[in-house]
Antibody, heavy 120, light 107 residues
Framework: QVQLQESGPGLVEPSQTLSLTCSVS??????????WSWIRQPAGKGLEWIGR???????NYNPSLKSRVTISLDTSENQFSLRLTSVTAADTAVYYC????????????WGQGTLVTVSS | DVQMTQSPSTLSASVGDRVTITCRAS??????LAWYQQKPGKAPKLLIY???SLESGVPSRFSGSGSGTEFTLTISSLQPDDFATYYC?????????FGGGTKVEIK
């Protein structure tokens, strides 16, 4: 059974960098036809796709965030990470990590989500 | 970007009702569409992939149809556990985009 778990600071100061990690069990992040994704959801609002990384390490980002986002793999720990720079209050949201299966479906497995608040 | 427009944004229905939610894409996405159910405080759950394929473990009262730019999610007989918010997502082109959501409420 594939399981994903987000971790990281729940509070980030404005202009600082948001860093989250998604730990994966039940699957190897460096093999298979999978993407490893980040999605966020502000309170009471809809879902926003942030970006994803393929098992090979190639990445795609939402252009609305592209200049501030980096997603990377840590194969030694079987986890992947999100880094979002220069955050503002508009980045306050629940952040989810998820697995997408190539040529089948996005989001077949999700983490439970972690709330990140941007505030001083 | 492919814009995904869901309708209605809110739907009031009773247990046993047949419910249909529509998702329209601004450009053709072939059948690269997924449907999710989300309950308060929980992560979305995949229901349908490739527009009409039922994810394993999802009750057969859920079904999806459509291709190109128009898609529907149908719940054949609404159950108490189905009151939730539903989202569509296209994965035909980057950036992947979601519809705005449809909240299914108790009538």
């Amino acid at each position: 059974q594939v399981q994903l778990q987000e971790s990281g600071p729940g509070l980030v100061e404005p202009s600082q960098t948001l860093s989250l990690t998604c730990s994966v069990s039940g699957a190897s992040i460096s093999s298979g036809s999978y993407f490893w994704s980040w999605i966020r959801q502000p309170a009471g609002k809809g879902l926003e796709w942030i970006g994803r990384i393929y098992t090979s390490g190639s990445t795609n980002y939402n252009p609305s965030l592209k200049s501030r986002v980096t997603i990377s793999l840590d194969t030694s720990e079987n986890q992947f990470s999100l880094r979002l720079t220069s955050v503002t209050a508009a980045d306050t949201a629940v952040y989810y990590c998820a697995r997408d299966t190539e040529y089948r479906s996005p989001g077949d497995y999700w983490g439970q989500g972690t709330l990140v608040t941007v505030s001083s | 970007d492919v814009q995904m427009t869901q309708s209605p944004s809110t739907l009031s229905a009773s247990v046993g009702d047949r419910v249909t939610i529509t998702c329209r894409a601004s450009h053709s996405i072939s059948s690269w569409l997924a449907w999710y159910q989300q309950k308060p405080g929980k992560a979305p759950k995949l229901l349908i992939y490739k527009a009409s394929s039922l994810e394993s473990g999802v009750p057969s009262r859920f079904s999806g149809s459509g291709s190109g730019t128009e898609f529907t999610l149908t719940i054949s007989s609404l159950q108490p556990d189905d009151f939730a918010t539903y989202y569509c997502q296209q994965h035909s082109s980057y950036p992947l985009t979601f519809g705005g959501g449809t909240k299914v409420e108790i009538k």
